[in-house]
């Protein structure tokens, strides 16, 4: 069973960073891609970065600039850098990891930016 944790959380002013980070264990055959998902109630999840196995990398409009996607394949761990944060980031983020035609999600870390 694969399972995924997120971490890195918090509370942040505007203009601040954070490092979420997210560990994948389990049975997970071969990695794709993984990525960060975010979410504000009642709204969709939203991509916000991904990442493939050889590191090509995909960002949402509102976040190219400031967001930093990474991975350490050999550890199963994916990270996101997040500069400059703006209101408008806070949200409940998401790891995701695309294992051939499965879909696996953390519980999600919430990130506050206050103003």
């Known amino acids: 069973q694969v399972q995924l944790v997120e971490s890195g959380g918090g509370l942040v002013q505007t203009g601040g960073s954070l490092r979420l980070s997210c560990v994948a264990s389990?049975?997970?055959?071969?990695?794709?891609?993984m990525s960060w998902y975010r979410q504000t109630p009642g709204k969709e999840r939203r991509l916000v970065a991904a990442?493939?196995?050889?590191?090509?990398?995909h960002y949402s409009d509102p976040v190219k600039g400031r967001f930093i996607i990474s991975r350490n394949s050999a550890k199963n761990e994916v990270y996101l850098q997040m500069n400059n944060l703006k209101a408008d980031d806070t949200a409940r983020y998401y790891c995701?990891?695309?294992?051939?035609?499965?879909?696996?999600w953390g519980q999600g870390t919430q990130v506050t930016v206050s103003s």
């Open positions: 990442i493939t196995v050889i590191g090509n990398t």
């Open positions: 995701n990891l695309k294992v051939g035609s499965s879909d696996y």
């Open positions: 389990g049975s997970l055959g071969a990695v794709n891609v």
